[in-house]
């Protein structure tokens, strides 16, 4: 499924040697597989095709247009977390009817201006969330679906700021007070109930946090039924995780049979947003080596990409395999640290680990970098960002093109005083 391989020691992204890119557009640049995102979506729409559901991409995990359109044009729905990223759905080609909105600071133009769209579903974070939309939907003379975001105190064992849905959390509905949070919702008359949500949290490696999380939002029904409400889909967000170093995440088999039974016996249209299944290992970012340089005890290999490129190793400790793109996998490996020109310590993607020799020149491949890479990238320090580039088959296509100068300085205003 995974479509970057070595050939006579040389990466390839499917066809095409990541050197020859290289070559072409500089470095750093992010490289994408066609058939390798592909095929992830694919497979996991597989493993449901027993159920009525829609898959909607989370959008945040990478936005690039080109791979949006990969996606929505299999069929692929969208998770959107903004206004902008249900424009972008729509200008990938995902129907509305396939876009549901997600977030906890939604404001009002995002609401009108989604309400207006006609999406699938709000799902809604909070009562105030809940009352402002009813007032926009309203004044637009329209009603909103919605789906409740539940908390469902749930420990999901993933990196702390990779958690969601434990008691603390800032997203959605305590558990406790759902009940009465849908009694205010079929209340309001520019709002309709459609169904409940719940994202515990992303890179989880176990399948019973989310087992035990569905459990805990399908015993609500009854008593729903009870008012009245009638659920008619659930949502159950995103979060399995994928293999960055040696993980063993759940395969999509045994997440789907897990889930399923419960999901068919609700008797409910599903939801699922996947994002980082989908592009994390769709995805690469190549950079070259500036500088070896030694201190005490100590052996840098300095990068030309860093953490304003890819930020999850300072940001969540992240593990990224890093590996040669070309030759030296045979030569003796030694212990560096690889870091980016930032002025951060903490500007690193690897700390103490044992490389193929390196030097000057060379190119690396930081691996597992599609989701969560370029969608969190920023111009910290005044670098421009790195192109990224999409291969299918033997060709390959500038998809975003490196950031220049000028484009870093665009939406600045001197005023006259200072001119
Ligand atoms: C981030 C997010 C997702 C996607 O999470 P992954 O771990 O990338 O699958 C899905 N739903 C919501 C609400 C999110 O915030």
Known sequence: MNKFNYKNGNLFCENVPVKDIAGSVGTPFYLYSYYTLLNHYRAFEGVFSGIPHITCYAYKANSNLSLCRILAGDGCGADAVSWG???????????????VFNGNGKTENELENAVRAGILMFIVDSEPELKLLDRVSRRLNRKARVALRINPAINPKTHKHLATGLKESKFGFAFNRALAGYKLAA??????????????????LEIAPFVSALKKLISLIPSLKKSGINIEYIDVGGGIGITYQDETPPTFKEYADAITP?????????????????????????TGVTHVK????????VVDAGMGDLIRPSFY???????????????????VDVVGPVCESGDYFARSRMIAGVKEGDLLAVFSAGAYGFAMSSNYNFRPRAAEVLVKGSNFYIIRKREVYRDLGRNEVVPGILT
């Open 187 to 204: 209340s309001l008359k520019n709002i309709e109930v459609k169904g409940m949500h719940m994202h515990i949290g992303s890179q989880i």
């Open 262 to 286: 419960l999901l068919k016996k609700a008797g409910c249209r599903v939801i699922f947003e996947p994002g980082r299944v989908i592009a994390g290992n769709a995805g690469i970012l190549v």
């Open 85 to 99: 990223e249900i424009r972008r759905a729509l200008e990938a080609g995902v129907p509305p009817g396939k876009i």
């Open 317 to 335: 400790d992240a593990y990224h395999e890093i590996k040669p793109v070309n030759g030296s996998s045979n030569s003796k490996r030694i212990k």
């Open 294 to 301: 030694s201190t005490v005890g100590k052996r840098f290999v």
